[in-house]
Nanobody, 130 residues
Framework: QVQLVESGGGSVEAGGSLRLSCSTSGYTYGMKCMGWFRQPPSPQREGVAIINTLTGSGETAYADSVKGRFTISQDNAENTVTVYLEMNDLKPEDTGKYYC???????????????????WGMGTQVTVSS
């Protein structure tokens, strides 16, 4: 069972920055794909950024709305992975609850599809004021 714990959320003004962290524990088998999803006030959860933690290149993918502003990265240690989301030039539309997720690749690829991710953290709130 993979456990994921997010931290680093908060309230900032537009143009500010935040860094989210996702600490992991449990079996590493379930952590090939790691991602950050957000849920704004609307019910649809959006895949913000994902990373394939087992490829040497750290293959990543981003939602168009955050490209150039957000960066996902990983830090590997023995039997655990910490995943970060560096968020710069934040906008009010970035407001929402941010969730860390872990899953298995589909056909060798990690997608920003929440259905691919079976383990989820409790989330951390990000609020951006104008």
């Amino acid at each position: 069972q993979v456990q994921l714990v997010e931290s680093g959320g908060g309230s900032v003004e537009a143009g500010g920055s935040l860094r989210l962290s996702c600490s992991t524990s449990g079996y590493t088998y379930g952590m090939k794909c790691m991602g950050w999803f957000r849920q704004p006030p609307s019910p649809q959860r959006e895949g913000v950024a994902i990373i394939n933690t087992l490829t040497g290149s750290g293959e990543t993918a981003y939602a168009d709305s955050v490209k150039g502003r957000f960066t996902i990265s990983q830090d590997n240690a023995e039997n655990t992975v910490t995943v970060y989301l560096e968020m710069n030039d934040l906008k009010p539309e970035d407001t929402g609850k941010y969730y860390c997720a872990a899953g298995l690749p589909r056909g060798g690829t990690c997608y920003r599809d929440q259905e691919q991710y079976g383990s989820w953290g409790m989330g951390t709130q990000v609020t951006v004021s104008s």
